[in-house]
């Protein structure tokens, strides 16, 4: 079975700091993103990985290539026109069944289940309260999918699409493809899931799965979120450092230096970080970052940033400077 991972397509709803990193290798709990979608392909027989990428393709391709034993397929979206127009790209190399993953989100689901059912495709979803934020995937009484409605005003269903497909009859996914790239844009884009209307308005059967655990990375707020779900649930790394308050849970790597600060809660700090007469909750931070006398919660910091004086909540690229001149103190 192929794997279609479309890079592009969605939008950049992180910004500014995923202009320089894509956001599947953003980190969460010390991991990029795509590392922890790369888990849950274990005990399926994947016999290529077919990426579609944005304008950074190159740091995609080296990561993937050093870092997933999968022969891999690398194809840049230089026009991004929607999702339905990302996962056609990749139509001249599909030669089976395909299961398709947007890579912005975290999830826990038994992939294995697409061994297991006849049915024409998988669209896996999750109920939310939150409805009106997403498109969502509306159910016939035996579990297959009858419509998507994008960002309903009214509760017709709460089962949100996260994203994740498997679809057995492709040639009808690339009939509906067709059709949709045949008609107007829909809000300015080609969306895959009218693809998928209009197979199941030609007697397609698609089931609809839950899945055991959904977490967004597309956004600030949810990307930090999920960075502290995932520290609760076993991934925290705590390293002490003399005269250092620690705040659990924490990731903080080796090679991370820490002096008369306070660390935590759902902080993460990779290699190379020194932090100084700071206080740090709620705040990823890259690689090779210097931070002095910085109070910050709910931020996201990139590799190589310079900090200093900084209050407050910040979101940095790679190799920023920020240095404030009027300080306080720590806070409590």
């Known amino acids: 079975m192929q794997v279609i991972i479309p890079l592009a397509g969605k939008g950049t709803r992180l ?3 995923t202009h ?3 956001k599947p290798m953003l980190k969460v709990a010390g991991r990029p993103v795509m590392d922890w979608v790369m888990d849950r392909l274990k005990g399926l027989d994947v016999t290529e990985l077919i990426y579609i990428t944005g304008h950074l393709k190159e740091q995609v391709e080296a990561y993937a290539r050093s870092h997933y034993p999968i022969p891999s397929r690398f194809i840049e979206q230089k026009e991004q026109d929607g999702t339905a127009g990302a996962v056609n790209l990749a139509r001249p190399h599909v ?3 395909v299961l398709i993953i947007f890579v912005d989100t975290v999830f826990e689901a038994d992939l294995t ?3 297991r059912t006849d049915a024409d495709g998988i669209i896996w979803a999750k109920e939310v309260e939150d409805y009106q934020r997403f498109g969502v995937v509306v159910t016939d009484a035996e579990g297959y999918m009858t ?3 994008e960002k309903p005003s009214t509760p017709i269903s709460k089962l949100a699409n996260i994203g994740l497909y498997y679809i057995r009859s492709v040639d009808s996914l690339w009939q509906g493809i067709d ?3 045949a008609q107007p844009k829909n809000k300015g884009e080609y969306f895959l ?4 209307q209009w197979m199941i308005e030609r007697g397609k059967r698609i089931l609809t799965a839950e899945v055991g655990g959904w977490y967004d990375c597309g956004k600030l707020d949810t990307l930090l979120e999920t960075n502290e779900i995932l520290l609760r649930n076993g991934s925290a790394r705590r ?3 003399p005269g250092v308050t620690i705040h659990d849970p924490v990731y903080i790597e080796d090679g991370v230096k820490v002096e008369r600060s306070v660390i935590g809660p759902n902080v993460s700090l990779e290699s190379g970080t020194t932090v100084t007469d700071s206080r740090l909750r709620n705040t990823i931070v890259g690689r090779d970052a210097r931070l002095a006398g910085v109070v910050l919660d709910g931020s996201l910091l990139g590799n190589g940033v310079v900090a200093e004086g900084l209050w407050g909540s910040a979101t940095l690229g790679d190799h920023s400077e920020v240095v404030v001149k009027e300080k306080g103190g720590l806070g409590s």
Do not use: Q, S, Y
């Not at 899931?193 to 998928?196: E, K, L, M, P, S």
């Open 113 to 115: 289940l697409i061994n």
């Open 15 to 17: 910004r500014p700091h």
């Open 147 to 149: 419509r998507i409605v």
């Open 20 to 22: 320089l990193v894509p």
């Open 193 to 196: 899931t009218d693809a998928f």
């Open 179 to 181: 059709h949709v790239l």
């Open 239 to 241: 390293v002490d450092f």
């Open 95 to 97: 030669k089976g069944p």
